[in-house]
Every structure is written in structure tokens, then in C-alpha cells.
Nanobody, 120 residues
Framework: QVQLVESGGGLVQAGGSLRLFCAAS????????MAWYRQAPGKQRELVAA???????NYADSVKGRFTISGDAAKETVYLQMNSLKPEDTAVYYC??????????????WGQGTQVTVSS
């Protein structure tokens, strides 16, 4: 059983910053990738940022240049530094890890989410 716990969300004004943290625990042999997703009310869940075991990162166009993902596979933790926040960043942010060496979706595990609200 794998469990993920997120923290660091909150209410901030536009232009502010937040840092999200996620810690994993359970039966983890190795981590293929770690990521952050978000879901706003009435919207589908979308990928925000991801990092694989080799350190390669990928960002949604909407957050590129503002957000930075960093992961420590050995410590089974992942962070998301969010700068220059915009109201459209408001969403519940979910931590995700993939344990499939091939990156298949069946290896995905999810946290419960942390709320990020950005006011204008």
C-alpha cells in the first residue's frame, strides 16, 4: 500500500508564492516519476509539472517559468515551488507518483490534495 500526503496549500494574493510538499510512504521499491496535478471546480484534472528519476522535468505551458518541481526519490518526496501566482492557478493540487518502470498509468498513486486559492 502506497500513501501520499500533500501540504503547503493556502490562500495568497496574486503575485505571491507558495511551496507545496508531498511525502510518500508504503511499499515503494523505486519511483519512475513524480508529478503535481491540479483540478479547478468544473474543470478536468491537468498535469502541472513532472520530474522523472533522472531529473528530467516537464511543465504545463501555463506554469512554465513560474513553477519549479523538484523531487528526491531517495527520500520519496516532491516539491512544487509556485511563484507569480495568478487567480487561474486556483485549484486543488494533487501529488502523483508513478511506480511502473515503463511509466504506465497502472503505476499511478495519488494524494488527497491540497487547496491553493489565489485572490485578485
Amino acid at each position: 500500500q502506497v500513501q501520499l500526503v500533500e501540504s503547503g496549500g493556502g490562500l495568497v494574493q496574486a503575485g505571491g508564492s507558495l511551496r507545496l510538499f508531498c511525502a510518500a510512504s508504503g511499499s515503494i521499491r523505486s519511483i519512475n516519476a513524480m508529478a503535481w496535478y491540479r483540478q479547478a471546480p468544473g474543470k478536468q484534472r491537468e498535469l502541472v509539472a513532472a520530474v522523472n528519476s533522472g531529473g528530467r522535468t516537464n511543465y504545463a505551458d501555463s506554469v512554465k517559468g513560474r513553477f519549479t518541481i523538484s523531487g528526491d526519490a531517495a527520500k520519496e518526496t516532491v516539491y512544487l515551488q509556485m511563484n507569480s501566482l495568478k487567480p487561474e492557478d486556483t485549484a486543488v493540487y494533487y501529488c502523483n507518483i508513478n511506480l511502473d518502470p515503463a511509466g504506465g498509468w497502472r503505476g499511478d498513486y495519488w494524494g488527497q490534495g491540497t487547496q491553493v486559492t489565489v485572490s485578485s
